[in-house]
């Protein structure tokens, strides 16, 4: 009864941190619990001159559609993937390569399809989450302009004293245009965009070289591969061609997104590999040892009938 009991307790701290990750990744997103930090600029800054795009909601690569192919593609294939696995293991009647099921009580049973597909989506899940929430404390924290923020912001350069470029505006006030505008300008270091278009690319692209091993995919899994990453990478210059990043903001939603993967699929899920248990963890060499017969050394004592060995036995001992 220990073992359900202390599942049962490690799913539930799971389920907590899962809820944690969840609320601060909302507290960041839609409510003002974290102030972003005002930077200020130089008068007539040409970096900061672009012209306003407009908003999110009509840019090439809208936040629907990217929240949206974020979330459903990758849950979609590691489900179907799974699926397919799990029923080519029955036909094929290959037990060896899978993962037991696991009693939890009298009534209840983790299926080894079951069990995989909620472990790989739900790290998958907590690392989207993760690096939504490294890109707005990012965000928060630097309050880097965007390309196109002078333009939203409309400073009055003449009350400001703006007549030398090199003179630095850090006054809060300084800007008249609108204010949600504004807000999201200065939170542009790092791209989310970038970062969650990599992180979801690079997880699916780690999962379908692991798990995939059918024959005749040698080249399908580096197109698979390379197709979605080249998504990914065009999702950060769509953004930095819309004048809605800088160069230095896609760059380093790469960097995160590229680092939270990695960490999840090596250190969580060890390479989207099934568990093993102890007797199948001894290496190979060990395994493999044929039993070396040794030759029988007769005792000394079984030259002797039973009565006088146990009188010599008695003897020794006293």
């Known amino acids: 009864?220990?073992?359900?009991?202390?599942?049962?307790?490690?799913?539930?701290?799971?389920?907590?941190?899962?809820?944690?990750?969840?609320?601060?990744?909302?507290?960041?997103?839609?409510?003002?619990?974290f102030n972003v930090h005002v930077q200020g600029f130089f008068c007539y800054d040409s970096s900061y001159t672009k012209p306003y795009p407009g908003p999110e909601e009509i840019s090439a690569i809208p936040p629907a559609l990217l929240y949206s192919v974020v979330a459903g593609v990758p849950t979609l294939v590691i489900f179907i993937t799974e699926c397919v696995v799990f029923y080519l293991q029955i036909?094929?009647?290959?037990?060896?390569?899978?993962?037991?099921?696991?009693?939890?009580?009298?009534?209840?049973?983790?299926?080894?399809?079951?069990?995989?597909?909620?472990?790989?989506?739900?790290?998958?899940?907590?690392?989207?989450?993760?690096?939504?929430?490294?890109?707005?404390?990012?965000?928060?924290?630097t309050g880097n302009l965007a390309p196109h923020f002078l333009t939203v912001c409309k400073p009055n350069y003449t009350s400001?004293?703006?007549?030398?470029?090199?003179?630095?505006?850090?006054?809060?006030?300084?800007?008249?245009?609108?204010v949600d505008d504004?807000?999201?300008?200065?939170?542009?270091?790092?791209?989310?965009?970038?970062?969650?278009?990599?992180?979801?690319a690079l997880y699916l692209a780690m999962y379908i070289t692991s798990t995939m091993?059918?024959?005749?995919?040698?080249?399908?899994?580096?197109?698979?591969?390379?197709?979605?990453?080249?998504?990914?990478?065009?999702t950060g210059v769509n953004r930095v061609a819309e004048y809605r990043n800088h160069w230095s903001d896609v760059i380093a939603g790469f960097i995160i997104a590229v680092a939270i993967a990695t960490f999840l699929v090596v250190c969580v899920v060890h390479n989207f590999k099934r568990r093993h248990s102890e007797s199948e963890k001894k290496p190979d060499s060990l395994r493999n040892i044929p039993m070396i017969n040794l030759p029988r050394v007769e005792s000394p004592m079984e030259k002797y009938p039973p009565a006088?060995?146990?009188?010599?036995?008695?003897?020794e001992v006293t």
Do not use: W
């Open 182 to 200: 504004i807000i999201r300008a200065r939170k542009t270091f790092p791209s989310k965009e970038a970062a969650l278009s990599v992180y979801a």
């Open 160 to 178: 400001l004293g703006c007549q030398q470029a090199i003179r630095f505006i850090s006054n809060q006030e300084a800007c008249t245009g609108n």
């Open 91 to 141: 036909v094929t009647k290959d037990f060896e390569n899978r993962e037991k099921t696991i009693v939890t009580g009298d009534c209840c049973y983790l299926n080894p399809l079951v069990r995989r597909t909620v472990r790989f989506l739900g790290v998958y899940t907590f690392g989207l989450f993760a690096t939504d929430i490294f890109v707005n404390a990012g965000q928060v924290v």
């Open 213 to 234: 091993k059918a024959k005749g995919s040698r080249l399908a899994k580096p197109v698979l591969c390379l197709g979605l990453m080249c998504m990914a990478f065009l």
């Open 1 to 33: 009864m220990f073992f359900p009991f202390s599942l049962t307790i490690m799913l539930y701290f799971q389920l907590v941190i899962m809820a944690g990750t969840v609320m601060l990744a909302y507290y960041f997103e839609y409510t003002d619990t």
């Open 308 to 315: 006088v060995q146990n009188h010599i036995t008695f003897a």
